[in-house]
């Protein structure tokens, strides 16, 4: 009778364990959008679809009409977890990226930016970066420089 007792504590122990956790269904989460180029669909571009919480990575390619879609579950990418998504032409002339939290339908639209028409300073900043750091610095120490009182 000691045994049939202890027996039925560890199943009843079991199933609270075990009964929650399956209690969480696991749902599927679609992901689709389109892939524009000044209004203009992009065909035949590889989109990274990432989520941040999982490590989990798909990469969709686009259609015709620029679209793009796959089907994932909440294991791999939980709903309200960052999601990112990457496009770039294939010499990197033109990269776009959004990101947005995971529902169970997401629409995202990724543009794409000419990344050849924003300026690159490079040596140019640093070299002004540390001249002009250098002379505030010369600036202030002769401002605030103390004079030496003579009696």
Same mark, same amino acid.
């Given at each position: 009778m000691k045994k049939l007792v202890i027996g039925l504590l560890?199943?009843? =122990?079991?199933?609270?364990?075990?009964?929650?956790?399956? =209690?969480?269904?696991?749902? $599927?989460?679609?992901?689709?959008?389109?892939?524009?180029?000044?209004g203009m669909p992009v065909t035949g571009i590889q989109v990274m679809i990432e989520?941040? =919480?999982?490590?989990?990575? $798909?990469?969709?390619?686009t259609d015709v009409n620029g679209k793009f879609n796959i089907t994932t579950t909440t294991l791999q990418c939980p709903l309200g977890t960052t999601l990112k998504l990457r496009s770039n032409t294939a010499n990197n002339a033109k990269v776009g990226f959004t990101f947005s939290n995971v529902l169970l339908v997401n629409e995202l639209n990724v543009n794409l930016l000419d990344t050849h028409g924003i300026p690159e300073y490079g040596w140019?900043?640093?070299?002004?970066?540390v001249g002009g750091g250098a002379g505030l610095i010369v600036v202030a120490r002769r401002r605030y420089a103390v004079t030496p009182i003579i009696k």
């Open positions: 560890v199943a009843a =122990a079991m199933i609270g364990i075990i009964a929650p956790q399956a =209690a969480q269904a696991v749902s $599927e989460v679609k992901i689709s959008g389109r892939v524009l180029d000044q989520c941040w =919480a999982t490590g989990f990575v $798909e990469r969709p390619i140019l900043g640093g070299v002004l970066a």
